[in-house]
């Protein structure tokens, strides 16, 4: 198993560019979520999947969108970037909401 | 509001030695909390998940304790190694009736040395 994957690992975007981050996992999991962390903050929710077809807004879901078509993969797109953005972003998957998550290793966003 | 606080915010330890790390917190109704250890530039791991009737569990040589009725975790870690500098995560997560919500600590960043 290759748990949870994000791609790419880095990128650095200029202010209005749009992009795609992506997220998979290979253990058959319903619930996926994308977080963003922040220096001297918690993960913060911004959206969130409890199965293909299926998703909803986390804490902090402005000027990002989500779809899951399948239940492996949930791609988080950022619509027109703002230096805001600049952050991790962590994907994360279990069973369940009330069982212990998987994380992806982050992809690290620089917004100019 | 729900709240996760952690103490100390950062710690430093010498290799061997063994250190508790805190967690209070305000989440209602409470389902389970979770601990997981962050390295630096990687995603957090789960060390330990507890539910309201279990106060203390052990993953190696972290050992997690509960008390619900104050609202307080701690996490223990025996002979600390130098693998063990990371920053470690409080989460606490609400039940059904709180939305299933997850509420995340800021970490204690702890580092060991030689």
């Known amino acids: 198993n290759a748990g949870v994957t994000q791609t790419p690992k880095f990128q650095v975007l200029k202010t209005g560019q749009s992009m795609t981050l992506q997220c998979a996992q290979d253990?058959?999991?319903?619930?996926m979520s994308w977080y963003r962390q922040d220096p001297g903050m918690g993960l913060r929710l911004i959206h969130y999947s409890v199965g293909a077809g299926i998703t909803d807004q986390g804490e902090v879901p402005n000027g990002y969108n989500v779809s899951r078509s399948t239940t492996e993969d949930f791609p988080l797109r950022l619509l027109s970037a703002a230096p805001s953005q600049t952050s991790v972003y962590f994907c994360?998957?279990?069973?369940?909401?009330?069982?212990?998550?998987?994380f992806g290793p982050g992809t690290r966003l620089l917004v100019l | 509001k729900n709240q996760v606080e952690q103490s100390p915010q950062s710690l430093i330890i010498l290799e061997g030695k063994n250190c508790t790390l805190q967690c209070n917190y305000t989440v209602s109704p409470f389902s389970n909390l979770r601990w997981y250890k962050q390295d630096t530039g990687r995603g957090p791991v789960s060390l330990t998940i507890?539910?309201?009737?279990?106060n203390t569990k052990s993953n190696g040589r972290y050992t997690a304790t509960l008390d619900a009725d104050t609202k307080q975790s701690s996490l223990h870690i025996t002979a600390s190694q130098l693998s063990d500098s990371a920053s470690y995560i409080c989460?606490?997560?609400?039940?059904?009736?709180?939305?299933?919500?997850?509420?995340f600590g800021t970490g204690t960043q702890l580092k060991v040395e030689l």
């Open positions: 994360a998957s279990s069973f369940t909401t009330q069982e212990t998550q998987y």
């Open positions: 253990m058959n999991h319903e619930y």
């Open positions: 989460v606490v997560s609400a039940g059904p009736g709180g939305g299933n919500k997850l509420t």
């Open positions: 507890m539910t309201f009737s279990e």
